[in-house]
Antibody, heavy 118, light 107 residues
């Protein structure tokens, strides 16, 4: 059974850093495309980042240069390193598996809440 | 970037009614359009991909159509469990994925 479990969320001050993890079971992270999507309280879904084969990565303009997606094959885990955090980064962060061709997000984690506040 | 616009933003309906949600893309995206359902406090769930293909396990009362810039999600007869928020997403650009702003379907 495919499962994604996020962790690492919490309260952080503006300008601070945090690393989110997304541990997968039922499939191999390294063999798949993976993405992060966030949702601010009471708002819609915002795509954040994606990682493809060969570790090609892409980011939304709103997070470029501050958030970094990566993965650890040995731990079957996806990461989102977050730095220079801003209050507007406050959101539930979801990881999702990206089905290849056609592209769609077929499995999602339950989400982890990041709150950026002093 | 490709912009996705859903209408309406909210919709009130009753059990048994037929409802349609529209999603428009700022440029042609062929049939690279996906629909997700989200219930409060839960992760989004894939309903339809490729504009019209139902994900496994999704009831047949859900259907999708469209091509190019205009797409629709139709629920033929609302069930109580269908009251949720629905999002469209374009996957034509795989460099920047974009979601619509969502349509909240209320009783």
């Amino acid at each position: 059974e495919v499962q994604l479990v996020e962790s690492g969320g919490g309260l952080v001050q503006p300008g601070g850093s945090l690393r989110l993890s997304c541990t997968a079971s039922g499939f191999t992270v390294n063999d798949n495309y993976m993405s992060w999507v966030r949702q601010a309280p009471g708002k819609g879904l915002e795509w954040v980042s994606v990682i493809y084969s060969g570790d090609r990565t892409y980011y939304a303009d709103s997070v470029k240069g501050r958030l970094t997606i990566s993965r650890d094959n040995s731990k079957n885990t996806l990461y989102l390193q977050m730095s220079s955090l801003r209050p507007e980064d406050t959101a539930v962060y979801y990881c999702a598996r990206v089905h290849k061709s056609p592209y769609y997000f077929d499995y999602w984690g339950q989400g982890t809440l990041v709150t950026v506040s002093s | 970037d490709i912009q996705m616009t859903q209408s309406p933003s909210s919709l009130s309906a009753s059990v048994g009614e037929r409802v349609t949600i529209t999603c428009r893309a700022s440029q042609s995206i062929s049939s690279y359009l996906n629909w997700y359902q989200q219930k409060p406090g839960k992760a989004p769930k894939l309903l339809i991909y490729g504009a019209s293909t139902l994900q496994g396990g999704v009831p047949s009362r859900f259907s999708g159509s469209g091509y190019g810039t205009e797409f629709t999600l139709t629920i033929s007869s609302l069930h109580p469990e269908d009251f949720a928020t629905y999002f469209c997403q374009q996957s034509y650009s795989t460099v920047v994925y974009t979601f619509g702003q969502g349509t909240k379907l209320e009783i």
